[in-house]
């Protein structure tokens, strides 16, 4: 059985900084992307950013309005995925969803996200 | 980045209704589309897949169809375990999104 369990959650002043923590079981974590998906109290659900695998060279991606504050890694000797989250804003508050992305042996790999965590609340707030 | 535009936002229906949901892309994303189902306080859940594919363990209620820009998920006959709120999400381009959601109520 596949299990995301999301890490790290909390209160953070606006400015400051985040690391949430995915812990991957029950799949072939290298097998796979990794993305994190964030909502909002009440709104939608927002792409936040992409982990690529080894055959892409784990490059990354993210959404417009968390570039260059966000870093997505991931561990593959721990089945783990991480979010670092810097200058944190308001707008930032959300619950924060690890993801399974596409299975890619490589080669273009579009595919829908599978299996989702929990989440964990990341509020930013003085 | 394409945008996803999903209608109507929120839907009342009863037990028994056949409801239709539709997205539309700005732009063509192929057949690479998702649909998902999200109930309070609980994370998603993947519903179909590459438009038309039917994602394991769902009901055979739920059907996608369409392609390029314009796609619809139809429930056939909506059950009490189906009001939530579904989602359509494009995984063509690189920057992932999702529409703005329908909320489906009890009428």
């Known amino acids: 059985e596949v299990q995301l369990v999301e890490s790290g959650g909390g209160l953070v002043q606006p400015g400051g900084s985040l690391r949430l923590s995915c812990a991957a079981s029950g799949f072939t974590f290298t097998d796979y992307y990794m993305d994190w998906v964030r909502q909002a109290p009440g709104k939608g659900l927002e792409w936040v950013g992409r982990s690529r695998n080894r055959p892409h060279r784990y490059t990354t991606k993210y959404a417009a309005s968390v570039e260059g504050r966000f870093t997505v890694s991931r561990d593959d000797s721990r089945n783990s995925f991480y979010l670092q989250m810097n200058s944190l804003q308001t707008e930032d508050t959300a619950v924060y969803f690890c993801?399974?992305?596409?299975?890619?042996?490589?080669?273009?790999?579009?595919?829908?996200?599978?299996?989702w965590g929990r989440g964990t609340l990341v509020t930013v707030s003085s | 980045d394409i945008q996803m535009t999903q209608f109507p936002s929120t839907l009342s229906a009863s037990v028994g209704d056949r409801v239709t949901i539709t997205c539309r892309a700005s732009?063509?994303?192929?057949?690479?589309l998702a649909w998902y189902q999200q109930k309070p306080e609980i994370a998603p859940k993947l519903l179909i897949y590459?438009?038309?594919r039917l994602q394991s363990g769902v009901s055979s209620r739920f059907s996608g169809s369409g392609s390029g820009t314009e796609f619809t998920l139809t429930i056939s006959s909506l059950q009490p375990g189906d009001f939530a709120t579904y989602y359509c999400?494009?995984?063509?381009?690189?920057?992932?999104?999702f529409g703005g959601g329908t909320k489906v109520e009890i009428k």
């Open positions: 590459d438009a038309s």
């Open positions: 993801v399974r992305g596409a299975f890619c042996s490589g080669g273009r790999c579009p595919g829908p996200f599978d299996s």
């Open positions: 732009q063509s994303i192929s057949e690479e």
């Open positions: 999400q494009q995984y063509n381009d690189y920057s992932l999104t």
